[in-house]
């Protein structure tokens, strides 16, 4: 997830403010990742090392910082993080935060403290790389999280993604409840009111579960276990937190109930397959299907432009050379 930045008219680029409506969906999302981190850790069952956690935080925030710097020299600017204080800093550093400790919570790599610093990295290097041209400027258009996560899963076959019961490890009864009615009413509200993806949620849960379905008919899938993903935590968390990342989803509401859809349809061809980790392979190949899209509508368009220049040359060229063999 990424802010969106705004330059204020008559102001340079260095001083350009966040749109607030975004700050604060990031300020609650980092603040949500932390508390159920915290509780995690504490009560319910998390299986990495304790201190984890504070090894990815300082590998995104170094990554993040020392990536801006460089790209900030490169493009002859100020530092996002320089010019609003402790609170600008603060939000520009809300991203590599919610990154870093999302990748440490959902993947598994045993004691191998390398690779998950690996996937910090690539979480919040991708941003850096894989952009393409919107509405005037480049934006990373790969779930940042979720690609690090998915690289690590492909490159490096033993990895795996932590254990769903790890959420709930150590509760029953009916705490076994309260935890995913909490994580959906936060961020029901959460993107509800905020990040106005809620198009998005209902186009991606609606299609996961006609595919549930169409795998039952079709490949012998057993319909209720297919439909009984959607009831667990790790889903729950993927659907508030994950796929509804406005820096790498749509903003119209057709658009995104495509792009929920897409993810679903991705899924279910991959599952079907019998592709592991099918959740995060299906949001990188739409992501990547996005983000070649915006390229494509990038160099139709330059061509037009293009176009519509040469034809504008001919135009103003043509009364000139008619006068020319008039006058001879």
């Known amino acids: ?22 700050v604060l969906a990031l300020r609650n999302f980092a603040m949500s990742m932390s508390v159920f981190n915290i509780i995690g850790y504490i009560f319910l069952g998390f299986e990495q090392p304790f201190f984890w956690p504070f090894i990815a935080l300082a590998t995104g925030y170094t990554v993040e910082i020392t990536l801006e710097v460089i790209g900030a020299r490169v493009e002859g ?9 402790f609170k600008g800093f603060l939000e520009f550093i809300y991203p590599a935060h919610i ?9 598994y790599v045993n004691d191998q403290i390398l690779v998950m610093i690996f996937g910090v990295c690539v979480t919040v290097g991708a941003k ?15 779930n940042p999280s979720n690609f690090g996560i998915a ?29 995913p009615g909490i994580i959906i009413i936060g961020g029901t509200m959460l993107n509800g009111k905020l990040t106005n993806r809620m198009p998005l949620i209902f186009g991606w849960v609606a299609a996961f579960a006609l595919q549930s379905i169409i795998r039952g008919l079709f490949f012998g899938t057993s319909i209720p276990g297919a ?21 790498t989803s749509p903003s119209k509401p057709i658009h995104q109930v495509m792009f929920g859809g897409g ?28 983000g070649g899209y915006h390229w494509a509508l990038h160099f139709q368009n330059k061509a037009r432009v293009k ?12 009364p000139t050379i008619g006068k020319g063999v008039a006058a001879a």
């Open 1 to 22: 997830m990424a802010a969106t930045i705004e330059k204020a008219p008559g102001k340079p680029a260095s001083i350009a403010r966040h749109d607030p409506k975004v």
């Open 77 to 85: 600017r100020a530092p996002r993080f320089t010019g609003n204080g």
């Open 99 to 107: 990154g870093s400790l999302a990748v440490n919570m959902l993947l």
């Open 128 to 142: 850096w790389v894989l952009r393409a041209p919107v509405k005037g400027r480049m934006r990373h258009f790969m």
């Open 151 to 179: 690289v690590v899963l492909l490159l490096i076959p033993w990895a795996s993604i932590a254990p769903p019961y790890h959420f709930t490890e150590n509760v029953d009864t009916w705490i076994d409840w309260l935890i």
């Open 227 to 247: 439909l009984a993903t959607m009831t667990g935590v790790a889903f729950i968390l993927f659907t508030n937190y994950m796929v509804t990342d406005p820096g």
């Open 263 to 290: 993810v679903a349809l991705f899924y279910g061809l991959l599952i079907a397959v019998h592709i592991a980790y099918s959740l995060f392979f299906a949001t990188a190949i739409v992501c990547a299907l996005r």
């Open 307 to 318: 176009q519509q220049e040469a034809e504008r040359r001919k135009a103003e060229q043509g």
